[in-house]
């Protein structure tokens, strides 16, 4: 008598499923690896920069203060001095402190000498060329 072969029922295995799969699992090791490090580094996800726009209080001190440093330092309109002293603020490189007198927000530029003032409520109060010293001394 001869024996004769059981068929075992063996299943297929499907490599395109255990493929996705396995790409699966990898892009959300991937991503949750890449969202551990970056919260482990004290970071927001990606690495943004966030500026914010400073304005004069008003037009009239914008005004007055353009004329008395704003064309000396070259700055063809009172919006472009500003601006530039905005973008002095939200500068990483700028240098930034406490004014003793009246606890306003002093940012220099040691590069440029350039030198903003801004009010405790968030207001440009001036923005020239300045020294080292001078900022020091704030």
């Known amino acids: 008598m001869k024996k004769k072969k059981e068929k075992k ?18 892009v959300i090791g991937w991503y949750l690896y890449d969202f551990y490090t970056d919260w482990k ?8 920069v966030i500026t914010v726009e400073y304005h004069f209080r008003n037009d009239k001190l914008l005004t007055g ?7 000396e330092m070259g700055f063809k309109s009172k919006e472009a001095y500003e601006k530039a002293a905005s973008e ?6 700028a240098l930034h402190k406490k004014e003793a007198e009246d606890n306003d927000d002093v940012y220099y530029i040691e590069k440029t000498g350039e030198i903003v003032f801004v009010s405790g409520d968030g207001y440009i109060r001036t923005y020239f060329t300045a020294t080292k010293d001078y900022y020091n001394r704030q």
């Open 65 to 71: 203060h353009y004329e008395k440093h704003g064309i």
């Open 88 to 93: 002095v603020v939200n500068n990483p490189k």
């Open 41 to 48: 580094n004290g970071q927001s996800g990606e690495n943004e």
């Open 9 to 26: 029922n063996k299943k297929k295995i499907d490599w395109k499923k255990v493929l996705a799969w396995v790409l699966l699992i990898a």
